[in-house]
């Protein structure tokens, strides 16, 4: 289900046009597309992008929340005070909802009462995309499930399918429950549906996912088939969950949850 960039202009170009969009307004959605999803050549690069979460080394509410603040600033995920709207990218979860097919009624205390991280898996057999009817979702070269919020009409078939509940629909517009607009990433407008995306714009940039920058080693990131990756050390040195692994999705975000010197 993998498609380039190539690939992806093509079919918003002919879908725009059988529309009846007008041709400025599809140059903009173009040049979206490119900056949004086709890497910069210094860019960082990788066959398949994964990411490794060391719960051992979350400790306080200040280990989670800082990562949390970090992304939601950096893509401009607003703050509702209804619960009901709530958008969100990177947020906790406790281990019960988060791993309920491999709950142990024997886990030492430790690890049940400890929050786990939670974000979208960009799973390799991603449920959300083949669902999508517009190809508002899709998947990149590296893995990543991106999506192009100018597709999405809203339909929340995307929200439906995912079975770890990543994905927010925007019930109003989300502009003014944002605190501090960020203005080198698009803010959403009401009737689409949003999510994690990697940090697909940074990565183009040469920098690493913001949660990833602002957890100082708890969180990895890197080439899940590049034997040499730090990510693959580490996978192999570590015991590592995944979320619903029954599934059969292939997600690309592993947890440590316990076990090593780490653990607390």
């Known amino acids: 289900m993998s498609m380039d960039r190539r690939e992806f202009l093509k079919l918003a170009g002919l879908t725009c046009i059988g529309i009846g969009v007008g041709g400025a ?14 890497p910069a050549a210094e860019g960082l690069q990788a066959n398949r992008w994964a990411m490794v979460i060391d719960l051992r080394k979350f400790r306080t509410e200040e280990d989670y929340d800082k990562l949390i603040k970090a992304c939601h600033y950096i893509h401009n995920v607003p703050s509702f005070p209804d619960k009901y709207h709530e958008v969100k990218w990177l947020w906790k979860e406790d281990f019960e909802h988060s791993f309920p097919e491999q709950k142990n009624r024997y886990l030492p205390e430790g690890i049940e009462k400890k929050p ?21 979702t899709f998947k990149l070269s590296n893995g990543i499930t991106a999506q192009d919020y100018h597709r999405c009409i809203g339909c929340r078939f995307c929200m439906a ?68 990756s730090e990510v693959r050390r580490y996978l192999a040195e570590n015991f590592s ?24």
Not at 25 to 38: F, G, T
Not at 116 to 136: G, Y
Not at 164 to 173: E, T
Request: hydrophobic share 35%; with cysteine; glycine share 8%.
């Open 25 to 38: 307004q599809l140059l903009v959605r173009s040049r979206i597309a490119s900056s949004e999803y086709a």
């Open 241 to 264: 969950m995944r979320r619903k692994p029954e599934l059969g999705t292939e997600p690309a975000v592993f947890y440590i949850i316990g076990g090593g010197e780490e653990h607390v």
């Open 116 to 136: 786990v991280l939670l974000l979208c898996n960009h799973c390799s057999n991603a449920p959300c995309v083949r669902v999508c009817p517009t190809k508002a």
């Open 161 to 228: 399918a995912c079975p770890y509940g990543a994905r927010s629909f925007n019930w109003v517009d989300p502009r003014p429950y944002i605190k501090e607009v960020n203005p080198e990433f698009p803010t959403r407008t009401p009737g689409v549906v949003e999510k994690c995306n990697f940090c697909v714009e940074r990565l183009s940039e040469g920098l690493r996912p913001a949660c990833v920058e602002a957890s100082e080693g708890k969180i990895l990131f890197g080439d899940l088939r590049d034997e040499g």
